[in-house]
């Protein structure tokens, strides 16, 4: 059973279009949801830790959000540079030791 | 900013040998992790490490796997017998630690490739 569900699985993104990629769990008692970037042949690079529904955290063009249920990424007016694989991970239910459980990710791609 | 940093980058090994991935975590970090990802698939725990001994494992971290903490500062996996499967991106990450009951932040390393023939 899934616990972390991605969509678009890909997306394509003109110069300065703004979207959402969204990120929808089903653990219960939420102890943390995080955002990574992922580069090609690269390890995951750390974005957000979000804890409580409607927290919010903005770094430069992105802007993650949580609910109870999911969480969004915003991208407003991406760059070229933007493009990349965008990671959601949450420690699954049950597990009080660290273990992060990761979607397959949404493939961005930002052309000019 | 402190970083993970892993070695060897990549790694080709035939089917049967030992291998020894090295990471060497942040330095004020006490939880570190293994984490693989196999071609084009999900990102997958291993195995958590905390005060010298395994936190949790995978179903995936069967006997053949070890992990080990020599000294201060290097955090090693061992695969003891590699099969072809073993193939993929394996990270490490490390993080401050829990703190009440939530979950800190993992930073990961930029990975090593390990390609078993």
């Known amino acids: 059973e899934d616990q972390v569900t991605q969509s678009p699985e890909a997306l394509r993104l003109q110069e300065g279009e703004s979207s959402s990629l969204n990120c929808s769990y089903t653990v219960s008692g939420l102890r943390g949801l995080f955002w990574y970037r992922q580069d090609p042949g690269k390890g995951p690079e750390f974005l957000f830790t979000l804890y409580s529904a409607g927290e919010e955290k903005e770094k430069e063009r992105l802007k993650a959000t949580l609910t109870k249920k999911e969480s969004f990424l915003h991208i407003t007016a991406p760059k070229p540079e933007d493009s990349a694989t965008y990671l959601c991970a949450v420690p699954p239910r049950g597990s009080t030791l660290g273990r992060l459980y990761f979607g397959r990710g949404t493939q961005l791609t930002v052309w000019p | 900013e402190p970083e993970v940093t892993q070695t060897p980058s990549h790694q080709v090994t035939q089917m049967g040998q030992e291998v020894i991935l090295r990471c060497v975590p942040i330095?004020?970090?006490?939880?570190f992790y293994w984490y693989r990802q196999i071609l084009g698939q999900k990102v997958e725990f291993l195995v958590s490490?905390?005060?010298?001994?395994?936190?949790?494992k995978s179903e995936i971290f069967d006997d053949q796997f070890s992990v080990e903490r020599p000294d201060g500062s290097n955090f090693t996996l061992k695969i003891r017998s590699t099969k072809l499967e073993d193939s993929a991106m394996y990270f490490c990450?490390?993080?401050?630690?829990?703190?009440?009951?939530?979950?800190?932040?993992?930073?990961f390393g930029p990975g090593t490739r390990l390609l078993v023939l």
């Open positions: 330095s004020n970090h006490l939880y």
């Open positions: 490490f905390y005060n010298n001994e395994i936190s949790e």
């Open positions: 990450a490390s993080s401050r630690g829990l703190a009440g009951g939530r979950s800190e932040t993992q930073y």
